[in-house]
């Protein structure tokens, strides 16, 4: 499935929806790239998809400013694996961290590391 609204802010799309193959382009995976962007890969200011990269990012690996999903990468960020400034996961690693196992500097929960301890020769 493809769409692209034809509203364009700076030549990207408002909305972008790439889902699945596309034979006649002989794409395997959906890449959506606008301001809004849903695909397998995506890249927008809103993105949502398999892989995706925005300021705000949702998906199974997700990397953006706020972020949630499977693998997420970013300064606030929640997924079962999270990295960032601040992240909330199942592992979780940053500066502020809530987790199941949380490494970081201010920790929220039982099983805690702390990075200036770990790393601070005795």
């Known amino acids: 499935m493809r769409y692209q609204s034809k509203i364009k802010i700076f030549g990207w799309p408002l909305v972008s929806i790439a889902l699945g ?9 959906g890449i959506a790239k606008g301001f809004i962007a849903i695909g397998d890969i995506s890249l927008g200011l809103i993105s949502f998809g398999g892989v995706s990269f925005g300021l705000f990012s949702f ?3 997700s990397l953006g400013a706020i972020s949630a999903g499977g693998f997420a990468i970013g300064l606030f960020s929640m997924g079962a694996a999270a990295i960032g400034l601040a992240a909330v996961g199942g592992v979780a690693i940053g500066h502020n961290v809530a987790g199941g196992l949380a490494i970081g500097i201010q920790i929220f929960t039982a099983a805690q590391i702390n990075l200036i301890e770990f790393f601070t020769i005795q």
């Open 21 to 29: 193959p596309n034979h006649e382009e002989n794409e395997n995976k």
């Open 59 to 61: 998906g199974g690996v």
